[in-house]
């Protein structure tokens, strides 16, 4: 298994030797990368949620026409 945590050492290592100011910009950019994970995820639920809502109003016997076009 020591290449499983063999990354995470290195990671560790090349942080280490970072001046302060840019740990910290490391940080910002992991928190941003979790922001926008979290962003996507919450796009996703909220689309699936729709979908049957959405289903009922495409789906109707006065746009059947349009979906013929």
């Known amino acids: 298994m020591q290449t499983d945590d063999s990354w995470k050492q290195r990671l560790v290592e090349k942080i280490s030797r970072m001046p302060f100011a840019q740990i910290l910009l490391v940080e910002n950019f992991i928190d941003s990368l979790y922001q926008l994970n979290s ?28 979906d013929q076009l």
Do not use: G
Request: aromatic share 4%.
């Open 39 to 66: 962003d996507r995820m919450l796009t996703l639920a909220a689309a699936k949620l729709s979908e049957q809502a959405l289903q009922k109003i495409w789906d109707n016997p006065d746009d059947a026409e349009c």
